[in-house]
């Protein structure tokens, strides 16, 4: 048995100490399938923002992001989009479970395509594509959507401590033929580029020094920034496609995909490469900039291994 394996269902599973899982998720289902989208969004938005007095650290968070990536932005228009950034991570809970719930059909409705000739052409010519989706508030509906369109992917996770929600995020996020790699199997995401398909990139979170370059992100001149694009693009020679998903005005998710970049990606110099991939993100989540996830300090680790971490957060 690989370490790798996916969840499976066991009957210890219905152990009293997962009810609260199955309870929460059983709820949220049958929220998402019995309320109408028109309803759903302006509920889930209202959610978000009453938890904004809960959650004043995450409300420091994200100001204080927006004052670093965007220094001449007037603060009454950060105010403004940190109110849209909460409100929008209120509906993420419900287009998590739509994601997970919604039948096919149901979801397709609501479903808009920018440019995707260029994924329908890697795809006939089985060369495999490494898709670089910002972390956007509503990328759980992009992942699916995206398999929707009959291409679908392998998403890179973390899997949960707790089993009966590892299982229920498994099976909510492999629907329509997506997959998912353990974040650790370099090996298996390799495999994936190397035989043709598509692997989900999310290369704009602060994830350590580890396999990190410290290069410009929005106005911050040092942010510290994976460097997995070139890894990847070395062992696989893939290309490289970014991708926009987020909801419009009118109640659609609208995938849009940019042209790829990887002829001119420079991937054997890790510094340039990671400042390459992050101009590209840039672009996708200026398309809609309340639908990021500023929640995330995205600025904690500095360059300067003597000072402590989350120092421009203090």
């Not at 923002?49 to 995450?58: D, E, N």
Request: include cysteine; proline fraction near 6%; aromatic fraction near 12%.
């Amino acid at each position: 048995m690989s370490k790798y394996d996916n969840p499976t269902f066991s009957i210890k599973l219905l152990h009293p100490a997962y009810w609260g899982v199955w309870f929460g998720f059983g709820l949220l289902a049958f929220i998402v399938n019995i309320l109408p989208l028109a309803l759903l969004l302006p509920l889930g938005r209202s959610l978000g923002q009453m938890a904004m007095p809960f959650a004043k650290s995450r409300v420091k968070v994200a100001k204080r992001n927006l004052e670093l990536a965007f220094p001449d932005m007037p603060q009454h228009e950060i105010e403004r989009i940190v109110l849209e950034n909460f409100k929008n991570t209120g509906f993420a809970l419900f287009e998590t479970g739509i994601t997970w719930f919604w039948p096919t059909w149901r979801l397709k409705r609501h479903i808009k395509v920018h440019n995707a000739e260029p994924i329908i052409e890697c795809a006939k010519q089985k060369k495999g594509v490494l898709v670089c989706h910002p972390h956007a508030l509503n990328l759980e509906v992009s992942a699916r959507a995206f398999a929707i369109l009959g291409y679908p992917g392998h998403g890179v996770y973390r899997p949960h401590s707790n089993p009966a929600y590892n299982l229920i995020q498994y099976w909510g996020r492999t629907h329509n033929g997506n997959k998912v790699i353990d974040r650790k199997n370099l090996k298996e995401m390799i495999r994936t580029l190397k035989t043709g398909e598509r692997l989900f990139y999310l290369g704009d979170h602060d994830y350590g020094r580890k396999k990190a370059v410290f290069v410009p992100f929005f106005a911050v001149k040092e942010a510290c920034t994976v460097t997995g694009a070139n890894i990847l693009a070395r062992a696989t020679d893939c290309a490289i496609i970014p991708m926009t998903g987020y909801r419009d005005s009118d109640r659609k998710w609208e995938l849009y995909f940019d042209d790829p970049i990887h002829e001119n990606f420079p991937k054997d110099d890790v510094e340039a490469g990671a400042t390459y991939m992050n101009k590209a993100i840039e672009k996708a989540i200026l398309r809609k900039l309340e639908q990021w996830m500023w929640l995330h300090k995205r600025f904690k680790t500095p360059k300067d291994e003597n000072q402590a971490k989350g120092l421009l957060y203090k």
